[in-house]
C-alpha cells in the first residue's frame, strides 16, 4: 500500500440536509478549500451505516483523495440510520431513493457544487448508486458501483435460483436488525439523543420477515432492480466485482445490456475495494482508477478513460484448496466488452463421464445428507482466513458427482457455465445445486464455482409450479460467472445435490431425485478454445494481455490512499460480554455423534473494541451458528445474536439482539428480541427499550 499526501488543501464539515417532509439527514462534506470561490463536482456515497464508526475508516480511504483532487465528496446517513432523522423501514425503499434524489438535487444546488454530481460505493452504496442513476436525475453524470447487484431477488442476500438462502437471508437480516438499533450520536443532535433513540426502537423490526413473506419474484423485488429497465440508465457506469464475490454477475450483466457508456473490473477479489489490501490480491489503484473516471464525466477531460478495453478480466490459474490466499496468481485480460467473441461454450453430456454413484440404465440417483454444504465457505467473503471454501472431498462424497476426462492442456473458463438436466423427483419440491470443481490427481478437489436451482421455479421466478411426482422434466440453470485456469492433468467435476445447508434453506421434505445422464449436459465457456478444452490458451491470454498494443493491468497501478484514520483497536480484556455473542473460532463445525446434529459456528469478523480520534469507543461482537440434524429437513435453525457498545466523555449506549430462523412444513417461523440501555453522565443505567416478537410466515416457494 502506498500512502500518499492530498494535492490541495481541504476542510471537513458536518451539515444536516433537509428533505421537503422536514426531515434532517446527517451528512459529512470533504471539499478543497477553495470550491467556495470556485465551485468542484461532487460525489455522493448514500449508506445506512453510521458515518461515524463503522465505515468511517473507510469513508477516510476515500473522501479525502477526491476532496484532495478537486471534488466536494459528501457521506450521508440514510433516513433513520445513524444520526439522521426519520425512521427507516427497509431496504432500497421507495423513500430511501426519493430522499437520495432529494440528497442530489440538495448537492447540486449548492454554491460550492459546479451541479454536476458522480455517486459511488460498495454493496449498498453501490446498489443505491444503480438505483440513483435508474432514475436518471439530470445533475448525476457517472457512478462507480463495486460488489453490487441489479437485481434484488436473484443475485442479493435473499434467494438464488429461485431457493431461500439460509445463511445470509438470516444473518444479514439479524446483521441489519443490530445495526440500524444503534443510536444517533448525542454530540450530533443534541440532548434529546436518547428520545429520539427510543423512539427508533420501538418502531424497528426486522426486514427479515418482510423479505420471507415475498418468496417469489414480485413488485416487491422488481423495484429497485435495475435489470427490469436497464435503458432508464443514462450516467456512464464503472461496473466493478471480483470472482470471490458473489455479485460478479451483475458486471458481465451490466456490459451487455446498458446503453449509456460503460467499463467493467473484474478482478480476484472478495467483497473488498481492490485497493484495501485485503485477500485475495494482486490489488489496484482503484482510487486513480474511479479519479480518472470523475474527471472524464464530470469534469470533461480527454483522458481516455472511456477507451481501451471494455472489460478488464483478471483469469486465475488453478490452485490447490484453501480458505485463503494471499494473492491469486494469473493475468490482466483486456476484452472488447461482454459476451466476449474469445468465449466459445462447449458442451457435454453427462453420461461422457464417469459417474460416482452406480447409474442403472443411465439413470443416476442424488439424495444428499442434510449437512451438505457445511465445506461451502463464506457468502460474502470479506478476506478473513476462514472465508473460502476449503477441500471439497467430503462435500463431493455427499454428492453425486460426474468425472470427466484428465485435461492434457491448461483450461480456461472465463463466464457463466450452464447445466441442463433431465430429471424426476419423488416429491412435488426439491432444489439441485450443482458445484463445478478442480480435481487434482490427488484427488484434491477446487471449488471453482456454484449455481442453484428451485425445481419449483423451473418455469419463472416470478411463479412456483410443485414437480409432478415420477415424471421426467428438463431444467436448465447458469452457475455464477468465474474466471479460471483448469491446470493440464486435472480433472473437471460436476457435482449435483439435493441440500446445501446453510447456504441454501432445505424443501419441507427429503427428495430423491433421478438424473437421466445421456440427456443432460454441462456446457463449459472456455477461453480462447474453439470447442476444445485448452486450444489456444496461452496465446488468448497473450493477445487479451496486449489488447490496443498495451499490455493490460500495468496501467492499474499499486494501490494508494490517503494516510489512515488513526483508530487504535483496543484490548477486549475486561469487556463483559456473554458467551452467546463470542464464536468459539473465525469458522468451525462441529458433529454431534449421538444426536446426529451438525453445527456451524461463525464470527462473521465484526468483533471488538476501538478508540476512534474524536474520542468514541466502539465495541461489538457477533455469532452466527447454524443447527440441522441428519435426515429431517426441518430441523435446520439460523440464529444470529449481536453486542454493541457506544461510549464517549458523558454517555454510553449498550445494546443486545437476537434473530433466530426455523421452520415447519408449513411456515417459517422468526423471532427477534432486543434490549438497548443508556447511561449519561455519571448516572445509572437505564433501560431505553425491550422488545420481543414472533412471526410465522407461511412456506409459498417450496
Not at 331 to 336: K, R
Not at 441 to 451: C, E, I, N, Q, Y
Not at 621 to 639: C, K, M, V, W
Request: charged share 25%; aromatic share 10%; net charge negative.
Amino acid at each position: 500500500m502506498k500512502y500518499v499526501e492530498s494535492p490541495q488543501e481541504i476542510f471537513t464539515e458536518d451539515a444536516w440536509i433537509e428533505l421537503s417532509d422536514g426531515t434532517r439527514l446527517h451528512a459529512r462534506i470533504w471539499r478543497p478549500v477553495d470550491s467556495e470561490s470556485t465551485p468542484v463536482p461532487g460525489l455522493l456515497e448514500y449508506l445506512p451505516y453510521r458515518l461515524d464508526d463503522w465505515t468511517a475508516p473507510r469513508d477516510n480511504e476515500r473522501h479525502p483523495y477526491y476532496a484532495g483532487h478537486g471534488y466536494a465528496s459528501v457521506r450521508v446517513d440514510i433516513r433513520g440510520t445513524g444520526s439522521s432523522g426519520g425512521l427507516f423501514v427497509d431496504e432500497y425503499s421507495e423513500q430511501e431513493q426519493a430522499d437520495g434524489l432529494e440528497v442530489i438535487a440538495w448537492i447540486a444546488a449548492q454554491p460550492w457544487c459546479t451541479g454536476s454530481l458522480g455517486m459511488f460505493g460498495i454493496s449498498w452504496g453501490g446498489f443505491n448508486s444503480l438505483q440513483m442513476a435508474g432514475h436518471a436525475p439530470e445533475a448525476l453524470k457517472a457512478i462507480v458501483t463495486v460488489c453490487s447487484t441489479d437485481d434484488r431477488y436473484d443475485n442479493d442476500v435473499h434467494y438464488m435460483g429461485g431457493a431461500m438462502l439460509g445463511i445470509d437471508m438470516a444473518s444479514w437480516g439479524g446483521t441489519m436488525f443490530a445495526f440500524n438499533a444503534r443510536p444517533p450520536r448525542p454530540e450530533i443532535v443534541g440532548e434529546d439523543w436518547i428520545v429520539r433513540w427510543r423512539e427508533r426502537l420501538e418502531k424497528t423490526q426486522a426486514m427479515t420477515g418482510q423479505w420471507l413473506r415475498h418468496q417469489e419474484r414480485d413488485d416487491y423485488w422488481r423495484q429497485g432492480s435495475v435489470c427490469e429497465d436497464y435503458s432508464s440508465i443514462k450516467a456512464a457506469v464503472l461496473a466493478v466485482g471480483g470472482w470471490h464475490d458473489p455479485y460478479r454477475d451483475t458486471v458481465l450483466r451490466l456490459l451487455e445490456n446498458l446503453d449509456a457508456p460503460v467499463r467493467g473490473i473484474i478482478g480476484p477479489w472478495s467483497h473488498q475495494y481492490p485497493d484495501r489490501g485485503y485477500a485475495p490480491g494482486p490489488g489496484i489503484d482503484f482510487l486513480g482508477q474511479t479519479l480518472a473516471w470523475w474527471d472524464k464525466w464530470l469534469k470533461g477531460r480527454d483522458n481516455g478513460a472511456d477507451q481501451g478495453p471494455g472489460l478488464l478480466a483478471y483469469l486465475p490459474e488453478g490452485d490447490r484448496p484453501a480458505t485463503y490466499y494471499d494473492e491469486r496468481r494469473g493475468a490482466w485480460l483486456g476484452l472488447d466488452g461482454w459476451p466476449a467473441h474469445q468465449v466459445t461454450g462447449q458442451q457435454q453430456a453427462l453420461s461422457q463421464g464417469s459417474c460416482s454413484t452406480p447409474a442403472s440404465e443411465g439413470l443416476a440417483t442424488v439424495r444428499s445428507p442434510q449437512q451438505t454444504g457445511a465445506d461451502a465457505g463464506r457468502f460474502f467473503p470479506f478476506g478473513n482466513a476462514t472465508d473460502l471454501p476449503p477441500d471439497q472431498r467430503s462435500e463431493d462424497g455427499r454428492s453425486t458427482c460426474i468425472d470427466f476426462r484428465a485435461l492434457a492442456e491448461d483450461t480456461g473458463i472465463l463466464g457463466n457455465a450452464k447445466v441442463r438436466l433431465r430429471l424426476s423427483s419423488d416429491a412435488p419440491e426439491a432444489n439441485i445445486i450443482a458445484r463445478l470443481c478442480d480435481v487434482a490427481p490427488d484427488g484434491a478437489s477446487t471449488l471453482v464455482t456454484r449455481g442453484v436451482l428451485n425445481l419449483n421455479k423451473r418455469e419463472g421466478r416470478d411463479k412456483t409450479v410443485p414437480l409432478p411426482v415420477g415424471e421426467f422434466v428438463e431444467v436448465d440453470f447458469a452457475l455464477v460467472a468465474v474466471g479460471y485456469v483448469v491446470p493440464a492433468g486435472h480433472t473437471l467435476r460436476l457435482a449435483l445435490s439435493s441440500n446445501y445447508w446453510p447456504w441454501i434453506w432445505p424443501s419441507a421434505v427429503e427428495a430423491t431425485l433421478t438424473i437421466d445422464l445421456a440427456a443432460s449436459s454441462l456446457e463449459l465457456p472456455l477461453f480462447g478454445g474453439q470447442g476444445e478444452p485448452g486450444a489456444g490458451l496461452r496465446e488468448a491470454i497473450e493477445k487479451a494481455r496486449t489488447n490496443d498494443g498495451l499490455v493490460v493491468g500495468t496501467g492499474l497501478g499499486e494501490p494508494q490512499q490517503p494516510p489512515r484514520l488513526p483508530v487504535d483497536y483496543l484490548s477486549n480484556e475486561g469487556v463483559q460480554v456473554d458467551e452467546k455473542y463470542i464464536a468459539t473460532s473465525q469458522r468451525s463445525v462441529h458433529h454431534d455423534i449421538e444426536t446426529g446434529v451438525w453445527t456451524l459456528d461463525v464470527d462473521p469478523g465484526y468483533g471488538g473494541s476501538r478508540k476512534y480520534p474524536d474520542g468514541l469507543v466502539f465495541t461489538e461482537f457477533s455469532r452466527e451458528t447454524y443447527t440441522i440434524r441428519e435426515g429431517d429437513p426441518l430441523s435446520g435453525q439460523a440464529r444470529s445474536a449481536w453486542f454493541i457498545e457506544l461510549s464517549n466523555a458523558g454517555w454510553c449506549a449498550r445494546l443486545e439482539t437476537e434473530s433466530v430462523l426455523g421452520s415447519t412444513a408449513e411456515d417459517y417461523v422468526l423471532t427477534n428480541s432486543i434490549s438497548a440501555w443508556a447511561t449519561v453522565g455519571d448516572g445509572d443505567e437505564e433501560l431505553v427499550a425491550r422488545k420481543q416478537w414472533k412471526e410465522t410466515i407461511p412456506r409459498t416457494s417450496t
